[in-house]
């Protein structure tokens, strides 16, 4: 914990430091000061024996313990001059043939990895998503099954187990292909596989509207008025009735707020921003329209002013 700045209170608060999502957030609003912060320690340890030397030695990768070799490996380089050549790429080619019997666990740990850095998540999301992969593939090979779809599906699990679900359409916008139908059965038959292993039920984590919300409102610039009485009426809708998908009641919340903001947003690029169809937007709304009264909070729109919103 440490102080800082609050422009929505505008005073000095106590703020946190989120290290799963990088975020530093106040704790009285609630607001997210800094997102996705950048560790800009220093990657150069000192190995020198006298404390006054500066000897920076590089420490070289990380170690991943889901490999064999922990992923260390050594390379044979081409010699310099025309001595000892043959023998040099001899070794090399040999090294090449049989020195990597992992190589598609560590082209799938890429895959991975390339798919977490292109939505945005955070370490502990990718080593869960490789520890998932790892312990699936060592159960039963995979051989004849869809890998994009088994890599897409492992990064879902591994979302909603860390408590930062992922959309299926924003995991099929960087799947290499895979589709919503693939990346479906891939999951049910992760799931099943690990329920063996383990020999009982696996959670996966049960997914909400205020796990969306957020990040939804920040892709349609919403202002932070606007964020905090949507996370409001989250709240208290989960005592309605409302028998929708979680993804589907955030996009409809977010357009019963933005129709009583200044800055009002269009239904199609609410759509685009959530992934969620108009249609289904639309019935969303529709289940929540009657009870708008009771979770609209007062602070944000008066009675008179609910006359602002369309009838569904």
Known sequence: MNDAYCPECQRPTEVVFDHSAGDTVCLECGLVLEAHSIDETSEWRT??????????????????????????STVISKPNGSS??????????????GANPERNLIQAFRT???????????ATIKDRANEIY???????????????GILAACLYIACRQEDK???????????NGATKKEIGRAKEYIVKQLEIE???????????AGDFLRR???????????????????????DLDIRRSPISVAAAIIYMITQLSD??????????????????????????????????????????????????
């Not at 790892?134 to 994009?148: A, H, S």
């Not at 679900?165 to 799947?175: N, Q």
């Not at 947003?265 to 009771?294: F, Q």
């Open 165 to 175: 679900p992922r959309t299926v359409k924003e995991i099929c916008s960087v799947a």
């Open 216 to 238: 939804f409102c920040s892709n349609l610039g919403m202002t932070n008025q606007a964020v905090k009485a949507a996370q409001e009426i989250v709240q208290k809708s989960e």
């Open 84 to 97: 000892g050549e043959f023998l040099t790429s001899s070794l090399g080619r040999w090294q090449h043939l």
């Open 47 to 72: 190995f020198a024996n006298e404390s006054g030397d500066n000897d920076p030695v590089r420490v070289g990768g990380p170690t991943n313990p889901l490999l064999a070799d922990a992923g260390l």
């Open 263 to 312: 800055d009002k947003k269009l239904l199609k690029d609410i759509s685009l921003a959530t992934g969620v169809a108009e249609g289904t937007i639309r019935n969303s709304y529709k289940d929540l329209y009657p009870y708008a009264s009771r979770i609209i909070p007062s602070w944000y729109a008066k009675q008179e002013d609910l006359r602002n919103l369309c009838s569904p």
């Open 112 to 122: 991975i990895s390339t798919m977490s850095d292109r939505l945005g998540l955070v």
């Open 134 to 148: 790892k312990k699936v593939e060592d159960q039963k090979p995979l051989r004849g099954r869809n890998l994009d």
């Open 198 to 208: 383990m020999g009982q039920s696996m959670e996966i984590g049960t997914i909400h």
